[in-house]
T-cell receptor, first 114, second 113 residues
């Protein structure tokens, strides 16, 4: 049972345009959500996070939106740059999870074309 | 501080052999995690340490897997009698006591032939 899903395995965007990556979850106990970026041969790198008490969090070119009623979150990258080309994972954690284990989605490969 | 270090980066082993991976976390981080990532999938939780205590183990961690973190410093993950299905990237991560964004290492890619 996949509790966190990223339904688009890949996304191609022109440089300068907006990239929108989507993530759906099923576990209503999740209350903290994160996005990680992964380049080949490297481990995932933390990008941005959002608590369930918020519906938006912004950090420079990156904004994460959370729709709790739809159990959906999205990552917007504006403007997209070729260096943003990577695999993006969304992840979720539950408040009663004392160990702070993360449940990851399957990833979306973003390709930003110059 | 050079981040989370994992060794080796790559390991090729024959089916049935034992392998051991090492993770050196960021020194002030008392939480250490092991995840496994297979091709086309996201990382899956394996186990978690707070200091030297192993507090959680996933059902993915069969009896052939064992992890240790002596003295709450580095950690080792051992796989006994490797199987082809064990081929994956093994990722280690660490975090301070209260923080959700882990720092991951670059991983150890295991190939069982």
């Amino acid at each position: 049972d996949q509790q966190v899903k990223q339904n688009s395995p890949s996304l191609s965007v022109q440089e300068g345009r907006i990239s929108i990556l989507n993530c759906d979850y099923t576990n209503s106990m999740f209350d903290y959500f994160l996005w990680y970026k992964k380049y080949p041969a490297e481990g995932p790198t933390f990008l941005i996070s959002i608590s369930s008490i918020k519906d938006k969090n912004e950090d420079g070119r990156f904004t994460v939106f959370l729709n709790k009623s739809a159990k959906h979150l999205s990552l917007h990258i504006v403007p997209s740059q070729p260096g943003d080309s990577a695999v993006y994972f969304c992840a979720a954690s539950a408040r009663n999870n004392a160990g702070n284990m993360l449940t990851f989605g399957g990833g979306t490969r973003l390709m930003v074309k110059p | 501080d050079t981040g989370v270090s994992q060794n080796p980066r790559h390991k090729i082993t024959k089916r049935g052999q034992n392998v051991t991976f090492r993770c050196d976390p960021i020194s002030e981080h008392n939480r250490l995690y092991w995840y496994r990532q297979t091709l086309g999938q996201g990382p899956e939780f394996l186990t978690y340490f707070q200091n030297e205590a192993q507090l959680e183990k996933s059902r993915l961690l069969s009896d052939r897997f064992s992890a240790e973190r002596p003295k709450g410093s580095f950690s080792t993950l051992e796989i006994q009698r490797t199987e082809q299905g064990d081929s994956a990237m093994y990722l280690c991560a660490s975090s301070p006591q209260v923080m959700y964004g882990y720092t991951f290492g670059s991983g150890t890619r295991l190939t069982v032939v």
